[in-house]
């Protein structure tokens, strides 16, 4: 069984603050991602990677930074967090390369910047 | 650009009772994946689907990249059924688009 799991699990940030959030997998994907979601609102990519050192911008990368140090690990960094960065977050790995495959999700992060 | 319409946005059902949730597309899909977000918030792999149709104890899925749409059955729903559904299709350029969800209620 696929294993994503994702740390915290809950955050309070204040604005201006930095925030980490991890998220490691045991899946031996290459492809790692970020997602944040929000209530009426699918899911939305703001970073992925091909693989250790590789980090691509998603579709709202804005504000976020991405870290990939290893296979199995995959950070997103907010440097200075904005209330409007209040959301639940989802890593999810699957896939080789450019080559989509079914994703798996980690159990999410709730971020509130105040 | 890619987009993904999903409906309904909202659906109540009673326990026994089963409906479809479609998601249209706007382009050519290579793939669409099914998940359900269960009342933890986590998100349930349900289906992937490169074509055709799938089926795994009360649900069914079904995708047709030529006519750009891919459907969710349920049947004889039961209340853990209860949740956020999202389906989630691949680009011809390998990104991925989410639809913005169906919130199914099943109520005894």
């Known amino acids: 069984e696929a294993a994503v799991t994702q740390s915290p699990r809950n955050k309070v940030a204040v604005t201006g603050g930095k925030v980490t959030l991890s998220c490691n997998q045991t899946?031996?994907?290459?492809?790692m991602y970020w997602y944040r979601q929000d209530t009426g609102h699918g899911l939305r990519l703001i970073h992925y990677s091909y693989g250790a050192g590789s980090t691509e911008k998603g579709d709202i990368p804005d504000g976020y930074k991405a870290s990939r140090p290893s296979q199995e690990n995959f950070s997103l960094i907010l440097e200075l967090a904005t209330p409007s960065q209040t959301s639940v977050y989802f890593c999810a790995s699957g896939g080789n390369w450019g080559y989509y495959a079914e994703q798996f999700f980690g159990p999410g992060t709730r971020l509130t910047v105040l | 650009g890619d987009q993904v319409e999903q409906s309904p946005s909202a659906l109540s059902l009673h326990e026994g009772t089963g409906s479809a949730l479609r998601c249209n597309f706007t382009?050519?899909?290579?793939?669409v994946q099914w998940f359900r977000k269960n009342s933890r918030g986590s998100l349930i792999n349900l289906f992937y689907l490169a074509s055709g149709t799938k089926e795994n104890g009360r649900l069914k899925s079904a995708f047709d990249s030529k006519e750009r749409y891919s459907t969710l059955h349920i049947r004889d729903a039961q209340l853990e059924d209860s949740g956020t559904y999202f389906c989630a299709a691949v680009t011809g350029g390998y990104k991925v688009v989410f639809g913005s969800g169906t919130r199914l209620l099943v109520s005894p």
């Open positions: 382009t050519t899909m290579r793939a």
């Open positions: 899946n031996n994907h290459n492809n």
